[in-house]
């Protein structure tokens, strides 16, 4: 629990980013945390772990070679077993087109690099929190 928030155990983030350095800063911000932590060195190294085991959250860098992060989005809210994945984009603070791309696509948030642990921290919980009532099943038997 963090701040008065409830998070289920055992959900999952994807971190997705082709620079690994990214991926081990932001593995290490959310390590304090209560979820698990996934991460691909590329969009379909990605495609292919949601199928496996779908994450609750995704956080992917924009530029990246061959499947880059809008396409990614694209698939991902185009695959009906994906789709209501929440979703952050991040990239280079001087990145304002793919600011400005993430917002107007319906990203659920955007973060620069360099980023500040705290604050990722607080996308992820609040995002984890705001969607977890989406995946919960009601149907219980009794």
Sequence with gaps: MARGKMVQKHQTVMLIDDETQWLDLIQQ??????????????????????????????????????????????????????????YVFMSSIDDYDAMRTAREIGADDYFEKPFDAESVKAIVLDLLVRFQDRNIDYRRPH
């Excluded at 060195?41 to 292919?48: H, V």
């Excluded at 995704?58 to 530029?63: E, G, K, N, P, T």
């Design 29 to 86: 911000a959310l390590s304090e945390e209560s979820y698990s932590v996934v991460t691909a060195s590329s969009g379909e190294s990605a495609l292919k772990k949601m199928h496996r085991k779908k994450p609750d959250l995704i956080v992917s860098d924009v530029r990246m070679p061959v499947i880059n992060g809008f396409d990614l989005f694209e698939k991902v809210k185009n695959d009906p077993k994906l789709k209501g994945i929440p």
